[in-house]
């Protein structure tokens, strides 16, 4: 599970919104790769820890709804770092990096992301990926952490 080597980039170059949104994309992955619903159940607790009860569930469900049209629409695999190992949280791997980052654009309504999620995709056009990172764009919006929580990151797998 631990894949450092892929890994280039210091999670200290994301923002704490980035930071928080990989946390649980970091979850929500190991759910699929696994099929084990209690990274679904850690992950949920953490979007609704970080962004309370009501906005967190959905802050969520638009993260899923991300993961669900990147595995349909992108070409190639998607490589990402235990939320558990403490070597892994220090880093983010090049596909995390582009996914928080068309993450972003679709928060930001004035970006291309269009063009950004064909990048993403590695395709010409990925409009499921689009709607999907334009929607969680619009569902975070105004949504800001409360707070920090160390919830997996103190957990250790390996």
């Known amino acids: 599970m631990c894949m450092t080597e892929h890994a280039s980039t210091s999670i ?3 923002g704490d919104a ?4 990989l946390g649980i994309v970091r979850l929500l992955c190991m759910s699929y790769e696994h099929n ?3 990274f679904l ?3 949920m607790l953490e979007a609704e820890t970080l962004y309370g009860a009501e906005a967190g569930p959905e802050i969520m469900s ?3 709804v991300l993961i669900r049209a990147m595995r349909v629409e992108r070409r190639g695999g998607f490589g990402y770092l235990s939320p558990f190992c403490e070597n892994c949280r220090r880093k983010v791997t ?3 990096w582009e996914l928080v980052a068309l993450m972003r654009i679709g928060c930001d309504s004035g970006n291309d992301v269009d063009a950004a999620a064909a990048e993403f995709a590695r395709r010409t056009h990925a409009p499921v990926l689009a709607g999907a990172a334009a929607r969680f764009g619009r569902s975070f919006a105004g949504a800001r952490p409360t707070h920090r929580i160390p919830s997996a990151s103190r957990a250790v797998l390996h």
């Open 12 to 14: 200290q170059h994301l």
């Open 18 to 21: 980035e930071r928080a949104w």
């Open 36 to 38: 084990r619903a209690d």
């Open 41 to 43: 159940d850690r992950a």
């Open 62 to 64: 638009r993260m899923v």
């Open 94 to 96: 090049a596909d995390e």
